[in-house]
C-alpha cells in the first residue's frame, strides 16, 4: 500500500533553515507527481510546493517562493523541500502528498515551528 512517512521538522529560529524529508513505497515513485502541503493552526491546508516525477517541473506557492526549493531523489524514493529564511508565518504541519489512481494519500505530518 502506499506509505508516505515525513521527517526533518523542529524548531528554528527566524532567518533559519530545515529540510524537510518524505520518504515512499508501495508505488511507482519515478512517475509520479509529488507535493508538499501545510497546516497551520485554525488554517486551511494549503499547496507549497509541487514537483513533477521527473523532477524537471516545479511550482510554489508565491509565499515560499524564492525561499523554499522542492527536490526528489527518485533512486531513494524520497522528496525533500529545503525550507531557508524561515519566518513565523512559516509555522505548520508539514504534509508529503501524492496522488495515485485519483486517490490521495497523506503522510502523518511533520510539525515546523519558526520561534525565537
Known amino acids: 500500500q502506499v506509505q508516505l512517512v515525513e521527517s526533518g521538522g523542529g524548531l528554528v529560529q527566524p532567518g533559519g533553515s530545515l529540510r524537510l524529508s518524505c520518504a515512499a513505497s508501495?508505488?511507482?515513485?519515478?512517475?509520479?507527481?509529488m507535493s508538499w502541503y501545510r497546516q497551520a493552526p485554525e488554517k486551511e491546508r494549503e499547496a507549497v510546493a509541487t514537483?513533477?516525477?521527473?523532477?524537471?517541473?516545479?511550482n510554489y506557492a508565491g509565499s515560499v517562493k524564492g525561499r523554499f526549493t522542492i527536490s526528489r531523489d527518485n533512486a531513494k524514493s524520497t522528496v525533500y523541500l529545503q525550507m531557508n529564511s524561515l519566518k513565523p508565518e512559516d509555522t505548520a504541519v508539514y504534509y508529503c502528498?501524492?496522488?495515485?489512481?485519483?486517490?490521495?494519500?497523506w503522510g502523518q505530518g511533520t510539525q515546523v515551528t519558526v520561534s525565537s
Open positions: 502528498n501524492t496522488k495515485v489512481s485519483t486517490l490521495d494519500y
Open positions: 508501495g508505488f511507482a515513485f519515478r512517475i509520479y507527481t
Open positions: 514537483i513533477s516525477g521527473g523532477g524537471s517541473l516545479t
